[in-house]
């Protein structure tokens, strides 16, 4: 699998069809008749008198717009352009500048992930990406996960707290791609946010509390146009933001936003998509019909309740070799540096590399203490293999629970889809292996990197691609799998490397000793 | 002519014709259904799916709306009363609180004048005025005419100094309304302000400097719906100002108000409409056509440019008659006070009576000094008498010229309606003796007092008056009187007491010494 090739940033513009560049935002230039002493109808009459011929008849003016309209249409000679937003209920006039400004037409594509952030400032004439940034998510000092979040927001002044770690992330991003691009923040004109529900919650300061009790009811699924200023974002006064509607509590608009900008909505042939971090979110549909289900996998993937896990950052053990006769481990590190722990998809590779190996017993060494970035010996443990086991177990049985609930199996799958930072590392064979994966033929997986993301700026490049994410929020069934029994019974036996049922379920796997 | 019956509070509801009381704001009261496990959809879905239920299928939503939208809908058990906004582009929802609360939906109407603001809180679900006020304008201090306030503009900080003045004032009359009526600030929905073109500039803080210089283009005929506290207006975040839309620079939204609110655009008949203060707004029409402009009157009404003049205020000589027999000169002041100058009106009534009485001189003593409040004797001059001369022919010439350039003259009038506080004191058989009115039967003259703010009080209790009036403020012409050759001719012939034609023109008018 190339996947370098396929996760570039235009995977998603080559899976997703049939939808037209036509960003939210467009600018019209007009050229406006000057008064006389027979016409002296206002600036504004003028101004709206124009638009009505580009077919604008109902259409809401921001008052922001009008303040200095008499100095502008003058200074450009009657000659000017206005940015008007199309994803309001009513189309929105939202700036107006003297000449012609066309040619500068720019937004800002978010993806507000629990522990990091990452943006991109678009060029929506050219559908392009001029700068992309990432950095850890603010409200980290408040807790590493969504739940200690909510807790955090029952505290005077929590919401208020948290809302303004995250704002404070994103402008400081803003600032860092404004900055390599010379695009100054006056020309930004629009922002799409996706995000899963609770991070959307705390960007908007809505209260989340309810999002953890059951039933898990959202404050806001599809939460209307905000005028990006009151949440602190610094740009200028004319710009709204869009957050991508969400599902359910624990299926948000990240989700959402990677099955718009992958088109899995949008074609007959079944499509798995997975993304797996903390939780993994799980996707199966086609052009009829979508499921989906949060699987709890713990933080297991992220180097949690490993012990000696890590992030998958600098010195991570990411590949394992067990050495033709003389069985000694061979490991590769992230920025091939000393070794100093094993980050999630290390530790996919190493147990598949074990298990083919027929190896296991209480503790295996993976690198000496001599050769270790600590001085000590790195080790995978019998714990460490449980913790996996029962995370892998959660994704499969997830998966297979959807199929199911549709009446199907791994077999009606034509195509699955790993999105997600981690879901990127990967390697699809030993994730197979281990049953993380279902055994399907390999040319059938694709990486697509951050879905989010991908999903946030195609709908920053095509107004119907915002139609879309509110047909698939719409379409979507959420299967709640703590109170699911198939979910349990597809778990126990999910619980074995690579499965109870490896004969049937995972065919292609080669193990060194047969189960 | 009873005018205190006729100026009540009612005038306008009962000159006004086929409009259904259905304010612009209307509160839903919404049942929602609570989450289940089976249906947890968000808080603002459950919201929205209740709205659709009452037809409101396209509806924009004030993001203020939704911050709190969990902990409101839960607080009331699920019971809710939504606020809404109907004169927008697209319904918009401004408001939600829990439980019941439609039996409270109260607005704001004012009326801006360049001397005094006057404001109404008005109760819509019953159709009633709850509390009225009136005070200076705070921008007087910046001058006291609307072209000082312009030129003030033009100076650092100018605009945002006029804005706060007028601001100020408003907030004054609010809290003295609140405080009266006991009704809280936040449950203030609506406000709708009818202003001249220049005060409605000042008050949005758009640049006036357009509409002093040829041809006269406001920056804003119509402008949008603005945010009140955005302006500095102290009431809730939820409520929007409409300001009724003006026709030209000279003739506002006041009088397109008082047009609105007197029903003149619904009849047949055809109505002369005079608002005489600094400048003489003058509308001529019916169903089918609406002439208007603005006379030049000069400050003579308000007392300006008269030797004892004054405004109408307690002390002021506002009736005169010449005793039988002896000729000496009988005064009554406004509030029965030593007399301390001559009013507008009075000022008419003296010229009149002497007018009758044949006397003219140099000068003409009113009040002996012994029995004036300064100790001084209080004068009418030839001077004044020439002032008054010009006023009175500016918007005599005005209604001519206005009723001959759509063919007609004052036999084509049905009826003559006398709008604002000083039209409201004067006396129609004396202002005919001096040629100010028409010469027509005295029943077809109406008082209808301030009609500006009786227009903004109909548009509160009615969306169909608000509708109305953008039909009335583009049909009606505005006739520019400075360029006019016919205006300058019947100008010149008014230059007379009380005309040069008084046989053809003023056949009623039977004075002491025939001219």
Known sequence: LDREKIATQTAGERLARGWRFQPPISKLYLELLAPTANDNASDLARLTRALKNQHYDNIDI????????????????????????????????????????????????????????????????????LSQTIDYNGQISFGADVISRIVQCQKPDGRLNLQRAVVGTINTLIGRMTKETAITLASIDH?????????????????????????????????PLVKARSLGIDVGEQVYCFTVPSVASYVGGDIVAGVVGTGIYQRPQVTLYLDIGTNGEIV????????????????????????????????????????AYTAEPGITTIG??????????????????????????WEYVLVWAADSFSGQDIVITEVD????IRA????????????????????????????????????IENAITIGLLPDLPRDKFIYIGNGSLLGARLCSFSNDMIADCFKVAALMTNIELSE????????????????TNTRELFPSVKLGVEP
């Open 284 to 323: 199966a549909g086609n052009c009829d019909w979508l499921v989906t289900a949060a699987a709890s996998a713990g933080p297991t993937f992220e180097g949690g309740g490993i012990k000696h896990g890590m992030l998958a950052i600098s010195g991570a053990i990411e590949d394992f070799e067990l050495l």
């Open 392 to 427: 892998k177990a959660a994704i499969f049985a997830g998966c297979q629970t959807l199929l199911k609930s549709i009446g199907g199996n791994s077999n009606s799958i034509d195509e699955v889809i790993i999105a997600g930072t981690f879901g990127s590392r990967i390697n």
């Open 62 to 129: 921001d008052f922001s717009v009008i303040r200095n309209v008499a100095a502008i249409v003058r200074e450009a000679n009657w000659e000017v352009t206005a940015t008007i937003v199309r994803n309001a209920a009513c189309p929105r006039l939202i700036k107006l500048e003297p000449g012609d400004t066309r040619s500068h037409l720019y937004s800002l594509a978010f993806d507000i992930g629990t522990t990091a952030v990452r943006g991109q400032l678009l060029d929506l004439n050219k559908g392009r990406i």
């Open 191 to 223: 922002i799409v946010i996706a995000a899963n529900t609770v991070m959307i919650h705390l960007l908007l300061g809505l209260d989340p509390q309810h999002l953890r009790l059951s039933p898990y009811v959202p404050a806001a699924g599809a939460p």
């Open 336 to 361: 091939h540096e000393k070794p100093k722990g094993i980050c999630g998809s290390g530790l996919i590779n190493i147990a598949a590399e074990l298990l083919r190996n027929g190896l296991d017993g």
């Open 385 to 388: 293999l449980d913790n996996l």
């Open 484 to 499: 699911n029994n198939d979910f349990m019974e597809n778990y126990v036996a999910a619980l074995f490397l690579p499965h």
